[in-house]
């Protein structure tokens, strides 16, 4: 009993990050139907960008209070990696937003390769893998049987909170009603007054902030490094997919359908089928709901 | 137009007889390097052409090689194999391009197998300084050794051995684990050999999980290590994952003993796991502590050049070069069969890590060392003879 329990708290840390990075893939693609491919890279960078934050923070003023510390960081990374998929988004796809979808993902991929390859030529980071520092103490508790982190706990209620305000932002609040508008029907929103540009724009902003705070918690865990984005990138697209691209709630259903792939594999099999277990689910998923868990079908307008 | 084309001429000759006149320039001698400078080990990678710089340096300080009673200067062409198999092979078949007369590297035995097929293939000399995995020097159709492809490093059925007797007997293990990288030919040979060993002395070993390179999260095989009861954990995976692995298996409540292998010697590994990795065991090449008056010098050339103490990958390459000067010497020409010969008949190496052991292979017989992690230095604790 104590061994699911265990195994169920894990794959609620693993699939904690997976749904936060596969918002980011599916806000996106809502909004503009594309594949924003370097969305793990900006991942990775939010993780880059926690990392000197922190260890700037740590370096100035080491008797900080580690709440102040933490929340100083995650604000800096977001603040950070929305500012840079802002940017991406300018330079890289809105010359093509009128191009065919293809043109825009291969470019998101030169993106994501482009980032990849900057961060292992950049000399502060380059391709050797780090530990963030210490921003939370990490302690483990015994409940029942039970190994608890301090760690597991924060990822797993700040990825919850995190959730919890984005959903209310996009279901309550005007940017959220307009992003809402552009997906319904992107050539009539803007007639009504909707300014596309700006909640572009937003919402690229709003799902690498979340993607930080993924990357803050993630780099408390586990060690980071240029490439990690890829991996990662990949299964929380498969979440985005697996859950329904284009919808918010079936991104974080995914996230945590994955997270629990991941880590209930190699309880029952060999850990070694653990990406084919992955694969084989999105496939027989597409076979027979295509939109995913939570996606509408789509009707092709003329 | 004519009068012209007789200047030219006249240039032209001129040039050539003031060509003549000069002074001959030494001559070069090109040897390749084909280390992991990026991709996921890449300190390996620095080391590996850290300890090159350094024999190539001393050469060319004392005026170069003599070959044949001629001086020739050592010239490195490196190349950076990004730690991917097929990136290492494309980099195998760039130096041969060139025309290096031999190359050393690459390291990991994943990137080692597959350039040692481009390496035999078109008859030059390969050594790497640390691939450990069998395959690396068999080929794999007829399970005979490949003819141009050496090594410095021992290999892994006996490292294997030395580290699950090491568990045995030192540690009094019963239920042995082992977490290891299914996806990298090093860790999954040294893994199964390991657990080989114990079954051969009547232990069985209770978990014998997987992963796949580039993981970062392995809980859910930790979980399992531990709820089978184990004692033990094997961990023979590079040291930018061993950190990781020994910290999840610590915050999932294994507390058993830990051991590795010698993928773990590098100092990064201490910079990255802090005090969880404090009193750990792990086999590997050499010990700074105990070094031989020969890996003295080396040590001191190597501290005094790049400010830190050679890990292993520093001290094997520094000896695969050496093992190739003395080859090219013995040859007495730049030619690479003749090369390949020569290195084919050296019998016994003294160098840094050892005295190294041909018998008709590419596989030198030497001992292993057992390293203690303590006050965030390796400290020797043991060596393991063949």
């Keep these: 009993m104590e061994f699911y329990v265990q195994q169920i708290l894990n794959a609620l840390q693993v699939g904690s990050v997976y749904a936060l990075i596969a918002l980011g893939y599916t806000m996106v693609y809502g909004i503009l139907t594309m594949i924003n491919f370097a969305h793990g890279d900006i991942f990775m960078v939010s993780t880059y960008l926690a990392f000197f934050t922190s260890t700037l923070i740590l370096g100035l003023a080491s008797g900080l209070n580690p709440i102040v510390v933490f929340i100083a960081t995650l604000l800096t990374a977001m603040f950070g990696t929305a500012l840079l998929a802002v940017v991406i988004e300018r330079l890289a796809y809105k010359p093509l937003r009128t191009a065919p979808r293809i043109s825009a993902v291969i470019t998101a991929l030169g993106v994501g390769l482009f980032l990849e390859n900057f961060m292992v030529a950049f000399k502060p980071v380059g391709p050797a893998p780090r530990f963030l520092p210490h921003l939370i103490p990490a302690v483990n508790f015994n409940i029942g049987g039970v190994t608890v982190s301090t760690i597991q706990i924060v990822i797993i209620v700040v990825s919850a909170l995190v959730m919890l305000l984005l959903d209310t932002i996009v279901r309550r609040t005007m940017v959220g009603t307009a992003m809402r508008a552009i997906s319904w029907d992107k050539f009539t929103a803007p007639l009504m007054g909707v300014p596309v540009d700006r909640v572009i724009s937003m919402t690229f902003a709003l799902g690498a902030s979340i993607a930080a705070v993924g990357g803050t918690l993630y780099g408390m865990a586990y060690t980071i490094d240029p490439y990690m984005g890829i991996r990662i990138g990949w299964w929380a697209f498969i979440s985005a997919v697996v859950g329904g691209i284009g919808n918010i709630r079936g991104a974080m259903i995914g996230g945590f359908i994955l997270g629990f792939v991941e880590i209930f594999t190699p309880v029952f099999l060999p850990s070694t089928y653990r990406d084919f277990v992955a694969f084989s689910l999105l496939l027989v998923l597409l076979i027979f709901r295509p939109t995913g868990i939570l996606g509408r079908p789509m009707v092709q307008k003329v | ?386």
Aim: hydrophobic share 45%; aromatic share 10%; proline share 4%.
């Design chain 2, 1 to 386: 137009m004519k009068r012209f084309s007789l200047f030219v001429l006249a240039v032209m000759l001129l040039s050539m007889i003031l060509a003549a006149c000069q002074p001959a320039a030494p001559d070069t001698l090109k040897i390749g390097l084909n280390a992991e400078l990026t991709g996921g080990i890449p300190v390996v990678g620095e080391s590996c052409k850290n300890a090159a710089e350094l024999a190539a340096k001393e050469v060319n300080d004392a005026g170069g090689l003599e070959v044949g009673g001629k001086k020739y200067m050592i010239e490195l062409l490196i190349e950076d194999n990004e730690d991917k198999a097929e990136s290492a092979a494309a980099a195998t078949q760039k130096l041969i391009t060139a025309g290096v007369l031999a190359m050393i590297g690459p390291n990991a035995s994943r990137n080692a197998i597959p350039s040692s097929v481009v390496a035999e293939s078109s008859k030059m000399v390969m050594i790497s300084p640390w691939s450990t995995n069998p395959k690396t020097t068999i080929i794999a159709e007829t399970g005979l050794p490949k003819q141009y492809v050496f090594r410095a490093a021992f290999i892994d059925d006996f490292q294997g051995r030395v580290a699950a007797r090491f568990a045995i007997d030192q540690l009094k293990t019963t239920k042995p684990a082992v977490l290891y990288d299914v996806a990298s030919e090093y860790n999954k040979g040294i893994a199964e050999f390991y657990k080989k060993t114990m079954e051969e002395s009547g232990i069985e070993v209770v978990a014998f999980e997987t992963y796949t390179t580039g993981d970062k999260d392995f809980s859910a095989q930790l979980t399992n290590i531990k709820q089978a009861g184990a004692d033990s954990l094997f961990l023979p995976n590079y040291y930018s994952e061993v950190p990781l692995q020994v910290q999840q298996a610590r915050k999932v409540g294994f507390t058993g003993d830990i051991v590795g292998s010698d993928s773990w010697g590098n100092l990064e590994l201490i910079t990255l796991c802090g005090a969880d990795c404090e009193g750990l065991f792990f086999t590997t090449h050499y010990a700074a502590d105990i070094a031989t008056p020969k890996a003295q010098a080396f040590i001191k050339a190597y501290e005094a050049a790049y400010g830190k103490t050679p890990d292993d990958v520093a001290a094997l390459t520094y000896d695969s070069f050496g093992l190739l000067f003395q080859a090219i010497q013995a040859a007495g020409k730049i030619d690479r069969q003749a090369v390949r010969d020569a290195v084919a008949a050296i019998t016994a190496y003294e160098g840094v890590t050892g005295t190294m052991q041909f018998r008709g292979s590419g596989d030198p017989i030497k001992s292993a060392v057992i390293l203690q992690i303590k006050g965030g230095k390796f400290v020797y604790f043991a060596t393991a003879s063949p």
